[in-house]
């Protein structure tokens, strides 16, 4: 059974940074994508950077040049390095794997509890 367990999120200014982590457990794909998505109060939940098992990674628009995704195979962990935050970056932010090319489609099988992100002005 997949576990996904995030941790990282707090609260910063605007401008700051923060780095979410991913520990992951049973996964037992021999490839596999990981993705971290965000979701804010009354907005739909929505894709920010994916990776996979290869290596190739993908952002979403609103994101690139700050965020950065990336995997430690050997700790089975997913990290988030986000850079230049936002007021507009606050949400809650979950992992998630799937061995499907998924990339930032919100429809992972394997999901995390979340992580809360504040930016404040």
């Known amino acids: 059974q997949v576990q996904l367990v995030e941790s990282g999120g707090g609260s910063v200014q605007a401008g700051g940074s923060l780095r979410l982590s991913c520990a992951a457990s049973?996964?037992?794909?021999?490839?596999?994508?990981m993705a971290w998505f965000r979701q804010a109060p009354g907005k739909e939940r929505e894709g920010v950077a994916a990776i996979a098992s290869y290596g190739t990674t993908k952002y979403a628009d609103s994101v690139k040049g700050r965020f950065t995704i990336s995997q430690d195979n050997a700790k089975n962990t997913l990290y988030l390095q986000m850079n230049s935050l936002k007021p507009e970056d606050t949400a809650m932010y979950y992992c998630?794997?799937?061995?499907?090319?998924?990339?930032?489609?919100?429809?992972?099988?394997?999901w995390g509890q979340g992580t809360q992100v504040t930016v404040s002005s």
């Open positions: 049973g996964v037992i794909y021999s490839i596999y994508y």
């Open positions: 998630a794997v799937d061995w499907r090319p998924l990339w930032l489609r919100p429809t992972y099988k394997s």
